[in-house]
């Protein structure tokens, strides 16, 4: 014991304690309930965030596949546009049509 | 007890009850006195408005589905200095953003939270970076409205932005229908200000925005372009415009103007003086000449004044408020019936029919056919053209009856007049212009646009008289607009083009609107070029292209000739 500690509790008399087992159970019960109370709290706050977090990813992948498919229609759309159609038709040999006639099928054909 | 421990043990006591009243004395403070100032000091250090990932603006799209404005995905790379590694970051970022590491560094050497890196950039360099996970480097995603049909329709369509600000054609008018949702909340973040999911966030997500299905078909659309190029060209024309519209409904099926511009590259067109922005279609108006007989001979016939076969006088001039009008050819045709005021395109018979019809009647008409008020078309720009009426006392004057009648001191957009001139063809009944055929919700809701019916203006009967006499102006007046296998009607406009103090000698504005096949129309096309230089005359020019045009488009859109269409009926 330090020299300070001696000082402060010298004279000091052991005294004697009296254990009252009623209140040393309720103390006991008190404790067990505040700790699972403060269990449960941590348990709950500690889901919440990983509950969070996964809703958090899961917008998340949303989103990038919200990108993902609207570039997506952007690139196809881009691919059949009318103006490269027309030139892939030109370079594969087709013509624009100059006379087009109209055939009417004989009576009776469906 | 002895006095001396006693003694101490009170100082002891005392020292701590001392201590412990400093702690509650700071702690009320802290937690009482000063509470607000440590509340809003938390809150400023770690709560930030955090706004949930912005879903994509809404499409647009052909009657077909094809798509005509999508969003295309971009990134900004920003970044929080304090948190950043700077020699690594600047190393990573400068190679993928082909920019000096050094630059790099000088962004990042900075006291500021929060520094932008570079905005935008592409795709594939954004996801490169972000996929390097750089501690204090935020990958932001940006949308960029995209057009991947490059020109096509582009006064349609209008554009956006970087800002994501819309302007123009359908862009401009349907923004707030078009703009996605915006949520954002207030949320603890952490020093990178990413957000501490100590709370649930919220989970009801931000809806994108709706879906647009126009009555604009493509590939129509294209062939119309293709028409009006070659006829600027052709024609030495300054510009123009051609709409193509299905008189049944009044669906705008093509609107094609030039000059016109790329939407998804409208800077490169800031430098070109007049800007090429706004569609001459809806927001810029001329006099449209001898077409608007059309109207003042409907107004004549409806209101049960003549017939087409009533025959009048042409003495080649007729005063009215002391205004002398003559014929475009300066000569006197002699008798005429009113027919001929159509077919041989009479300035002095249109002349004679408004004021036997007088002010009230003739402009009781013309206000019913929509000119002087804007259509109603979900296009942005949209004017009203000018119509002066008798009650105007500043601006109308008495000669206005007559040269109003042939089209001469009015001005109406390319639009107000084939919407009336669809008003004949469609049995008299004039309904509201329009673009939009169908609105698709985030939610896959589609709600179908109904056609709104503004005013029967003329009766069925008036319609389909005037009508034959518009086959004969085709038939009899102008070879240049016959569509071989096709009954079509139609009427010339050849305009002067007002200037300051008269009307500008050297150009004029030469126009056609014709609809076929009759008796069924189910197409209409308004041809307008600015200033021909080869001939001035609508007949050699807006004709001729209305011609071809109308022959390709009853192909494309399956319309039989009359004798293939006479003969199904009869099966």
Redesign the interface.
């Known amino acids: 014991m330090s020299d300070f500690m001696q ?2 509790t ?4 052991r005294g004697r304690f009296d254990v009252n087992p009623r209140m040393a159970l309720h103390l006991f019960a008190l404790v067990v309930v505040l700790t699972f109370v403060a269990a449960l709290y941590l348990v709950l ?1 500690s889901r ?2 990983a ?3 996964h ?2 990813q899961l ?2 992948e ?2 990038r596949l ?3 498919n ?2 997506l ?2 690139d ?3 691919e ?4 490269r159609l ?1 030139k892939r038709a030109l370079e594969l040999g087709f013509a624009p ?1 100059e006379w ?1 006639e ?1 055939l ?1 099928p004989a ?1 009776g054909e469906p | 007890m002895a006095e001396g421990p006693r003694r101490r043990l009170r100082l002891l006591v005392t020292l701590l009850i001392g201590i412990l009243l400093v702690i509650v004395a700071q702690l009320a403070q802290v937690q009482i006195v000063n509470h607000r100032f440590y509340k809003e000091w938390g809150e400023w250090q770690s709560v930030r408005t955090i706004v949930m990932a912005e879903p994509p603006r809404g499409a647009i799209r052909d009657r077909d589905g094809y798509l005509l404005a999508g969003n295309a995905v971009l990134y900004s790379i920003e970044a929080a200095p304090s948190l950043v590694d700077v020699e690594t970051a600047a190393a990573a970022l400068g190679s993928l953003l082909h920019v000096p590491a050094a630059h790099v560094e000088t962004l990042l050497d900075s006291e500021a939270s929060w520094v932008s890196i570079a905005s935008p950039v592409s795709k594939e360099v954004g996801e490169q970076i972000a996929d390097l996970r750089l501690r204090g480097i935020t990958v932001l995603p940006l949308w960029a409205r995209e057009y991947p049909e490059g020109v096509l329709a582009s006064h349609v369509i209008g554009f956006c932005n970087v800002e994501g600000k819309c302007f123009y054609g359908v862009e401009g008018f349907h923004d707030a229908l078009l703009r996605p949702e915006r949520v954002e909340w207030e949320g603890p973040v952490d020093p990178a200000s990413e957000q501490i999911p100590w709370a649930v966030v919220p989970v009801v997500l931000p809806q994108p925005g709706t879906d647009l299905v126009l009555t604009l078909d493509r590939t129509v659309q294209a062939l119309v372009e293709k028409e009006l190029a070659r006829s600027v060209q052709e024609y030495q024309a300054e510009g123009g415009t051609i709409i193509v519209m299905d008189p049944r409904t009044f669906e705008i099926l093509a609107l094609a103007s030039l000059p016109d511009y790329d939407p998804g590259r409208y800077t490169d067109f800031f430098s070109q003086n007049p800007l090429p922005f706004e569609d001459p279609a809806v927001s810029q108006q001329y006099e449209p000449g001898s077409v608007f007989k059309v109207l003042t001979v409907a107004a004549a016939l409806d209101a049960g004044l003549v017939t087409p076969e009533t025959i009048y006088y042409d003495s080649g001039w007729i005063e009215v408020g002391g205004q002398m009008i003559q014929n475009a050819s300066h000569a006197a045709y002699g008798e005429r019936t009113v027919a001929d005021v159509l077919i041989e395109s009479l300035n002095v018979g249109a002349a004679w029919l408004s004021t036997q019809m007088g002010p009230d009647v003739f402009y009781r008409y013309v206000r019913a056919f929509g000119i002087g008020r804007p259509t109603g078309v979900d296009l942005a720009g949209e004017i009203s053209g000018q119509l002066w009426l008798p009650d105007d006392y500043e601006h109308w004057h008495d000669s206005n009856l007559g040269t109003n009648a042939f089209g001469q001191g009015v001005a109406v957009t390319p639009l107000q007049m084939i919407a009336a001139v669809a008003t004949v063809a469609n049995d008299g009944a004039r309904l509201r212009p329009r673009i939009v055929a169908q609105r698709v919700e985030p939610d896959g809701t589609v709600s179908t646009l109904q056609p709104v019916v503004e005013a029967q203006v003329i009766s069925p009967q008036t319609a389909r008289t005037l009508t034959e006499v518009m086959v004969r102006v085709v038939e009899e007046g102008v070879a240049q607009a016959r569509v071989e296998g096709y009954r079509v009607a139609g009427k010339t406009g050849t305009a002067q083009i007002p200037i300051p103090g008269g009307y500008d000698k050297e150009g004029t504005i030469a126009s056609f609107v014709g609809f076929g096949p009759v008796p069924d129309p189910q197409l209409i096309i308004l041809v307008k070029l600015d200033r021909p230089k080869t001939s001035s005359w609508a007949s050699q020019t807006a004709a001729p292209a209305f011609r071809r045009l109308a022959a390709r488009l009853f192909v494309v859109l399956g319309i039989p000739p009359d004798g293939v269409a006479v003969a199904e009926a009869a099966r």
Request: charged share 20%.
């Open positions: 000082w402060v010298h004279g000091i008399k706050v919440t965030a509950c969070g977090r809703i958090e917008q998340a949303l989103f919200q990108r993902e609207e570039q229609e952007v196809i759309a881009r059949g546009s009318i103006s027309w049509a087009v109209f009417l009576a």
